[in-house]
């Protein structure tokens, strides 16, 4: 049954995308109705380089069965990706599940994933104010 969209509960769903060729299958989550998300599946593997949808292109579309495994209610955007993690992580080391990175990472995951960029980054906007102050005699 579909939730009313006039609640004020705001609703996400888990899915999994699988096939009826090979035991390939892909986790996913959505706040869109599984059947519209299938279909945006479709749309976006025209145009799309992802592992996913590169395999169910391959073997074709009508072959790709969507699943909804969890229905819940969230109040952020993180909530959701959070979710969907939980089953990524379950699978991601089978070599049948096409998800190839965790959907969510912490601040502090990804500050250490990319420390060196942003020290990087952070040497060029001070080389940046540094080079300012001299062009304008600013002390």
């Given amino acids: 049954m579909r939730p009313d969209p006039y609640l004020s509960d705001s609703i996400a769903y ?3 995308l699988y096939n009826t060729i090979d035991d ?3 986790y996913g989550s959505t706040t869109s109705y599984i059947d519209v998300r299938l279909k945006q599946h479709i749309h976006d593997s ?3 380089n992802r592992k996913d949808h590169l395999h169910f292109n391959k073997i074709g579309w009508e072959n790709v069965k969507i699943v909804c495994i969890e229905e819940f209610v969230y109040d952020y ?13 379950q699978y991601i080391s089978n070599p049948s599940c096409l998800n ?8 502090k995951t990804k500050y250490e994933k990319y420390r060196e960029k ?3 980054r952070k040497d060029e906007s001070y080389r940046i104010l540094l080079l300012n102050a001299i062009r304008y005699n600013i002390k």
């Avoid at 979710?83 to 990524?88: F, L, R, T």
């Fill in 14 to 16: 888990i899915y999994k």
């Fill in 24 to 26: 390939i299958f892909y």
């Fill in 46 to 48: 025209k145009k799309s």
């Fill in 77 to 89: 955007y993180s909530d959701i990706l959070k979710k969907e993690n939980q089953y990524i992580q």
């Fill in 100 to 107: 190839m990175i965790h959907s969510y990472s912490s601040p």
């Fill in 118 to 120: 942003y020290l990087k």
